[in-house]
């Protein structure tokens, strides 16, 4: 403890007075419309690993900053943007001032030649248009991060010793046990956002977490895998159950690897070729809102801006050709999106400055919204609802979803289970593959449990489900009242591809679907 | 940034952290990445080239291995956006604070011969202007869209896609003896366009590591003629189907499944499906993989690896024998026996972004290759189909049940058309086909492999994969989206 914090998130206290100057000079830019500029700092402790030993024990502290530019003649405004990492000799004084400014000076030249070039090429891309941004309510505030255990206190020799520990005692579960791996890391995280309009946010925030992967393997059988994360916007006390599993980190890691053990010696799931009665847990819900409710509401991805990466959406195929006002799921399904929820997509305000607020995705099963940009909202004509962000500032923001659920019904899960002559139990996400616009999906979880007669009864491994998003959706006849946001540390989007953080959830639901597995064998 | 700046941090910060009885290593990279991000759609106000954008990374890393009393501690710190040798002196204290044993380590890398390919990089791409970037951008939606108007085709168009360009420089020294530099450049187009009315959607790539030639127009063009030829596609029952994979499928395979599976990382983890396999037969004997940095013009290529030694070819797969695994130092030096060696010939510190000094070197392939012992034409490929279907684009590929069970399954997007009698036929409607299979039972039941190869790269992936069209028999097909495709 008492380590002296050479280069921290402080230093970000003294850039504020460089960063207006920087934004008074983009103002001061012929043609330009609009800038903003974020700024960001990140101390990291991270240590891994495996079986009881030591491999990886770092102390990181990064900054960088990204500047976006509207500039150009009005009808071809277009964007520019740029980004750069932060020394701690550039965070002061003059010296950012003037990293900034050479920041901006790109940006906005790069916006001014693509709006020469639009120009250009109207005749041939009619639809060509300038950049128009939905208006916003301009914030000034300081939101402070939440923690009991200060993560910049905790001596990595610390970190690495739980992550030595962790895996030494997973790897002791059981004689099948072949691997056990944990990265953890435990940091801060403060973004300046500054903008043309006047914003002047600073938002910091703590992060605590884990990934485990354990491998256990019977004989000479197909070795079984698991990776699964916690982790919460907290202090070091997240790694002794301050999180939304409530379990302390060892604890987590030592039931995924009991389970993975008892699941090396199971049979594999045999497939179905129609629909069975599937009852979905709240861990493997998690990953399915996130992949068939959670994506395809994402607006950019709905206007096909991401058509030749993560896809589009089935949800809206023409502006005036959509599913807007139409039942897209059951009536017992609402779902929403809402970072003022504790999760991983908890925040206050977004990358674009805009404050969070929940957004009605689909209600009764109608669909209602999308998570949006300032952009994408201008060309919806919605209002803008503070769903953009950024992996760091170096990345240029993105629609993202923020804690997106499906909300919780009124049943019992265990009278939901207990009503199921014959189906199957369905419990921890897995690996997701989904169709190109959301519109079918194949899940594997974890362990399936066949039901029978409201009872669970064989345990299988290497099996999932798979259906078109709607009909799933449309089958759904039972909602459970035990939702929980758990955390997905991983969603990749964009290009660069940027891996970000979101809560999801989705209480026991359910359906129909088809299961999959030994057909495939 | 220049090259003798980092050259000289390395060798002054080496110098200056030197002591008794511990390897030191400095490796220091400078990187920018210049994205062009595409987004035209005829019937939705867009920007057309969205984001001209780029991202530098600047910084040091030190390891080194402290031996006390015959025990050996291992320690990595990194400094960021530092090229001075005082940020050398930061990232050891770091080292030195955070050490730790690992009974694993061995040692830091040494010299290990010479790299043959040298002096690779295009310094004109190196000094790209901003202008001249935004351009290439707007050449490839330029390209594109001059496609669909000389098909008469004005609505319902989506141009996506994006313009890379990756500068990289790095330099290495160690008292170890590793003193060594690499400069790489490259340039890549990857666009996508669909009309969507119809349903269709095409690709096209280019991939360069030198500006002269380098068209991104082309590559416009190519995916737009692709997806017009897609036009009028059909839905296709499920069952068991003969199958030529074209060389973007065969790459999303490779990228998802099958690399990963020939990695010392995922034998390290007992998680590949290829675990205790070593020699024996784990594919058709038509087949051949192999991973080799070195090659001339390929984008996956480098000088040397983020440990500074030489790049160069692994063998992985002979015959269809399973003969080699990809390796870093740290597990080449681990899982090398009196039978088996591995040689370090893929260590990278890739974050998605290039190479990166935040990183201690992972096992990484640089240019995939695959190719047949013995190679068809495409005719011969094709010849004797009665009735089959030609998969030329995948999607969202996952090992789904884990990486060691090797099912994996993949949605089919485009570029593909259903085979009757030897040859291409009607198109496949994009999205309605769902691959389920198993790696292993595909790898086995190949039946041909194509002469042509296409180099190709998968989203957020660092390496390249030098692909063929590859014909498998009963792969699994299912029909998928009968409501809303």
Known sequence: MGMKIIFGIEALEGAKSGIREAIDYARSLKDCRYADLRVGLVETRTASSENGNPKIAREDVHSSFGVRVIAGSPQTEAWG?????????????????????????????????????????????????????????????????RFEEDPRRIPIKEVLSEAINITRQAKSVSPEMRFAFLMMATGLTRELFFSTEGAELDQAYALTNATLLVVAQKGSAIPESFIDHIGSHGGWEAVRGKNVYNKSFLDFALERARDTAELAGAE????????????????????????????????????????????????????????????????????????????????????????????????????????????????????????????????????????????????????????????????????????????????????????????????????????????????????????????????????????????????????????TGEYTR | MRLEDLRECVQKGLDSVKQEKTEIEVFASWNELVTMRLNYTSDIPSGGLHEPKSSQFSGIAVSSAFSNKGKTSLGFGSQANELRPRGVKEAFRKAKRGRFYDPDFRSLPSPMGSPTLVDYHDPAILDISDEEAVDLGWKALEGALRAFQEAGIKESIIVGGDVCILKELVAIKST???????????????????????????????????????????????????????????????????VVFGSQPITDMMANVIAPSLSLATVNASNTPFLGKL???????????????????????????????????????????????????????????????????????????????????????????????????????????????????????????????????????????????????????????????????????????????????????????????????????????????
Not at chain 2, 444 to 449: L, M, S, T, Y
């Open chain 1, 81 to 145: 943007y740029y980004a750069q990492p932060l020394g701690k000799a550039e965070l002061g004084g003059r010296a950012l001032w003037k990293t900034l400014r050479q920041g901006i000076d790109r940006a906005y030249q790069r916006a001014m030649v693509s709006s020469h070039r639009k120009q250009a090429l109207r005749e041939l891309a009619p639809a060509l248009s300038p950049v128009r941004l939905a208006p916003v309510e301009i914030s000034k505030d300081m939101v402070p991060a």
């Open chain 1, 268 to 515: 594999f799931l045999p497939s179905t070729e129609k629909p069975v009665t599937v009852v979905t847990e709240p861990h493997f819900n998690t990953l399915l809102v996130h992949e068939i409710i959670g994506h395809p509401t994402e607006a950019d991805r709905a206007l096909k801006m991401e058509t030749a990466y993560a896809g589009r959406s089935w949800l809206l195929r023409r502006l005036d050709d959509n599913e807007f006002g139409r039942q897209v799921a059951s009536p017992l399904i609402t779902a929403f999106s809402d970072p003022t929820l504790e999760g991983y997509g908890n925040y206050k305000y977004d990358a674009e400055g805009v404050p969070g607020r929940r957004v009605m995705l689909i209600e009764k099963g109608i669909l209602r919204g999308f998570m949006n940009s300032r952009e994408t909202a201008a060309i919806l004509a919605q209002e803008p609802n503070g769903s953009m962000r950024a992996t760091a500032c170096h990345y240029v923001p993105l629609v993202r979803m923020t804690n997106t659920v499906i909300a919780p019904g009124d049943r019992n899960p265990q009278d939901i289970l207990s009503e199921v002559e014959e189906g199957y139990y369905i419990v921890n996400h897995r690996i997701p593959s989904i169709s190109e616009s959301r519109e079918n999906f194949r899940m594997s979880a974890q362990k399936v449990y066949k039901i029978e007669n409201g009872r669970l009864t064989r345990l299988y491994r290497g099996g999932g489900i798979t259906s078109d998003s709607r009909e799933f959706l449309m089958s759904i006849d039972a909602v459970g009242n035990d939702l929980v946001v758990l955390p997905i540390p991983n969603c990749g989007k964009g290009q660069p591809m940027q891996v970000m953080r979101v809560g999801n959830g989705g209480p026991t639901l359910r359906g129909k679907a088809r299961l």
């Open chain 2, 176 to 242: 170890t003896g590793i003193d060594t530099f690499d400069v790489s450049t490259i340039l890549t187009a990857a666009i996508t366009t669909m009309v969507e009315k119809e349903g269709v959607k095409g690709t096209g790539w280019a991939t360069s590591t030198k500006l002269a030639g380098f068209d991104p127009a082309l590559a416009g063009r190519e995916a737009a003629l692709s997806a017009i030829r897609t036009i009028g596609g059909k839905r296709l029952p499920p069952g068991r189907y003969e």
């Open chain 2, 279 to 485: 020699g024996q037969r784990i594919t058709s004997p038509n087949l051949n993989i192999y991973d080799d940095g070195s090659l001339p013009g390929q984008i996956g290529s480098k000088k040397v690896t983020c440990e500074g030694l030489p790049t160069g070819r692994t063998d992985l797969v002979q015959e269809g024998n399973l003969v080699g695994f990809l390796a870093n130092h740290y597990l080449g030096r681990k899982f090398s026996s009196n039978v088996a060696t591995f040689v370090p010939r893929n260590g990278f510190r890739f974050h998605g972004l290039g190479r990166t000094y935040e990183i201690q070197a992972g096992v990484f392939p640089t240019n995939l290759v695959v190719e047949g012992r013995q190679e068809a034409t495409t005719e011969e490929l094709f010849r004797g189909i009665r009735e089959g279907v030609y998969i030329g684009r995948i999607w969202y590929t996952y090992p789904i049940n884990g990486l060691a069970a090797g099912d994996f399954t993949s949605t089919v997007i485009g570029d593909s058309f259903l085979i009757k009698d030897g040859q291409i036929s009607t198109p496949l409607k994009p999205n309605v086909v769902r691959i389920n299979d198993n790696i292993n039972r595909v790898l086995q039941n190949i039946v041909a492999v194509g002469r042509e190869k296409k180099a190709i790269q998968v989203w957020s992936a660092e390496e390249a994969v030098i692909a063929p069209e590859i014909r498998v028999e009963g792969v699994r097909l299912d029909s998928i989206a009968a409501g809303t495709a």
